[in-house]
C-alpha cells in the first residue's frame, strides 16, 4: 500500500512539472540563407490578460535600447499607414545580439505580432516584410 501512495505522488509530481513550462522557448531570432536577419521570436510569452492582439504591417521609427542589469528593454514607434503604436519588448543581454535586432528594425518595413495590455503594444514577433516595388 505504501508503493502505490509514493507511485502516485510521484506521477503527481512529474504532471504538475510538465505542466509548469508550458513550452515557451526562449527568444532567437530566425536568418535566411545569405545570413540576413529575417524575424525575431518568442519575445515575450503568450499571455491570458491580453486584451487584444493583433498582427500589424508598418515601419519602424525611433528605436530605442535600455540596457539594465540583466535584460534590455526595445522599443520603436511602429507606424501602420497614419496611426502609430508605442510597441516593446524585453530580452535577457545574450538572448539575441543587439546588431541582429538593430538590422532587422532600423528604418524598415516589418510585421508585429503584439498584444495589447495596460495600454502597451508588447510584441510577440517581428519579421522582416518585402517593401513593394
Not at 8 to 27: D, I, N
Not at 41 to 66: A, I, P, Q, W
Request: aromatic residues 10%.
Amino acid at each position: 500500500m505504501n508503493g502505490s501512495y509514493q507511485y502516485v505522488a510521484m506521477f503527481l509530481a512529474a504532471a504538475l512539472l510538465s505542466m509548469s513550462s508550458p513550452g515557451q522557448s526562449r527568444p532567437y531570432a530566425k536568418f535566411d540563407r545569405s545570413g540576413e536577419i529575417i524575424g525575431l521570436f518568442n519575445l515575450s510569452e503568450k499571455r491570458s490578460d491580453c486584451r487584444e492582439r493583433r498582427s500589424m504591417t508598418g515601419s519602424v521609427r525611433s528605436l530605442r535600447f535600455d540596457d539594465h542589469e540583466m535584460d534590455v528593454a526595445v522599443s520603436f514607434i511602429f507606424d501602420i499607414g497614419g496611426k502609430r503604436r508605442f510597441v516593446e519588448f524585453t530580452m535577457q543581454r545574450e538572448a539575441i545580439p543587439k546588431a541582429d535586432v538593430e538590422s532587422l528594425l532600423a528604418n524598415k518595413s516589418a510585421r508585429v505580432t503584439a498584444c495589447l495590455n495596460s495600454g502597451k503594444w508588447l510584441a510577440e514577433e517581428i519579421t522582416k516584410q518585402e517593401r513593394s516595388k
